[in-house]
């Protein structure tokens, strides 16, 4: 009976090997991938600098992320994670009161259209897929199940719709005539005049970003599944992400459609004063500095980690 059962173990012996050769394996391999959900949100703004308008203020925006994303642990303390993020940028600039002039054709004659604006607001948003790369370092802090944690690399990010919505309580228009000496106000149906509480909105188009990017904060272990995330997060435009160099004085006066009078966005708009040719506000950079909470979970690798 003692020897049947020992030719059965026997038998058994190549089974036990391959059970016990890939049981260490799957576990570790286990522990190495980590796919996760995110949000996060607190100031993520379009930044830039009012340097052709002297009573121009900037107001930070408010934005967030969210997203899926992808870590691979090379050890129990270092990784590479990269992932898919939706972004959302938002900036307002208002200026107090500016006044420019620049020579039109109505058609018939050459003249100066001369123009001043008071109590303007102007919001800009943008949204856009952004695609990290990030090496993940881990330490236990006190204990095993805390791990504090630290994310440095950077991320493109790829604009998939802007736009700007502006209002201004008052415009102020008049059009000289240098070769008649004449200086008309009115009429509002040739654009000249004083209009109240204009309104208009546009599309923006901005470059591919590239931002360099950090992430700091704690790893709680929830199972040997299941992690939470709690941790700050600092994005930084590295590059001008408006680049058009085509810019147009701010407000537009057309001879077919005088009365329209559209404004174009500060970010485009440039001043006729001192023969200026770039925009009011100079470069346009993404900034990002939230709160970000991340669920993540680990699964096995599917391949042959073993041979």
Known sequence: MKRQYVQIFIKRIPLIGLILLFTPCYAQYQERNEVSFFAGGGYSTLYHYLHQVPDGKFKPGYGGTTGLGYTRFFNDFIGIGTGFEIGYYTAQTTIAQFSD??????????????????????????????????????????????????????????????????????????????QYD??????????????????????????????????????????????????????????????NKQYEYFLKYSADKPAALPNQSILKSRSNQDNHIDSFAGKVLPNALGIKIRLAFRIPDKGSCCF
Request: proline share 4%; with cysteine; net charge negative.
């Open 101 to 178: 002039k620049y020579s039109a054709f109505d058609k018939e004659d050459n003249f100066e259209f001369r123009y001043t604006v008071d109590g303007y607001s102007e919001k800009q948003n943008l949204w856009a897929v952004n695609i990290p790369l990030m090496l993940h370092l881990q330490l236990p802090l006190l204990h095993d199940d805390h791990l504090c944690y630290v994310a440095l690399g950077g991320r493109v990010g790829f604009p998939v719709r802007s736009e700007y919505n502006s209002s201004a309580s008052t415009y102020t228009t008049s059009a000289y005539y240098p």
């Open 182 to 243: 004449v200086l008309l106000e009115s009429p509002a149906s040739q654009g000249l005049g004083v209009f109240h509480n204009r309104k208009y909105k546009d599309e923006l188009k901005f470059h591919t970003m590239y931002m360099l990017s950090a992430e700091l904060g704690m790893k709680w272990l929830i199972s040997n599944q299941f992690s939470l995330y709690t941790g700050v997060y600092f994005d930084f435009g590295s590059h001008d992400i408006y680049k």
